[in-house]
């Protein structure tokens, strides 16, 4: 089965994409002071990930169908003000089918995409860890709470997993991005946080909507695409 089988374990106004780090808005130093944690992050990803879930053909079909998904809510951006556009992230979807690794790998793949399209190389490092790593991290965070402290029921895991999971997640990344830019001073913080760290609240009830109706509609009607959930677990004797 699917589910048996995976396991294992930004920005701002820049010139064309939003939430996606663009060079020349930062310093040379921050562009490349994320590079180690990334290659880290990587190698760690490529030692410990099993692999042996592509081998199946199935399973490959449905990674890289939720890859391209991802993907297409990345480009379709949200116009707030002239220049200043949002994309859903879609990384607490993933994390909950696939568990973080594979995640982080559907991630990193789509950035990629992102990076090549827009020959913005240098930033691949900072946009995958604030944009993948984050949000993947704090969604594994709270599964793991859930599921350890938690009754094993079908609403505490919707609910907390996937709608409030995503939401803070995607607030984390909004936190973490804004501290990020501050930092690199190509923006002052009291300007991010007037102009930019609000309208993530906004974001935040569209990543909960879309990622909570989503997983629903999935650990339904197709609960084997979802590594995180066991109907025998959840739905048996409730």
Known sequence: MYRRVIGGIGAFPYNR??????????????LWLPWPLALALGYALARHAH?????????QRVFFAATV?????????????????????GATALTLMFRPLFALLAL???TLAITLWHGEYATFAANWLIMGAVPVG???????LVDGHLPNHLFIYLFLNAFFGSALAILAVGGVSTAYIAASGAY????????????????????????GML?????????????TFDDRRYLWNK
């Not at 939430?19 to 930062?26: E, I, K, P, R």
């Not at 692999?51 to 399973?59: H, I, K, Q, V």
């Open 17 to 30: 994409t939003i939430m996606n780090l663009v060079a020349d808005n930062l310093p040379a130093l921050w």
């Open 51 to 59: 692999w042996r879930m592509l081998a199946d053909t199935d399973n």
């Open 69 to 89: 998904a991802v993907l297409g809510l990345w480009l379709i951006k949200t116009g707030i003000k002239p220049g200043l556009n949002f994309h859903l992230l």
């Open 108 to 110: 990193a793949l789509i």
């Open 138 to 144: 704090v969604t594994w965070l709270i599964y793991r």
């Open 188 to 211: 002052t913080l009291g300007y991010l946080l007037e102009e930019y760290l609000p309208y993530y609240l906004l974001m935040a009830w569209s990543e909960a909507f879309a990622t």
């Open 215 to 227: 997983v629903t509609m999935m650990v339904i009607y197709k609960p084997h695409w979802v590594a």
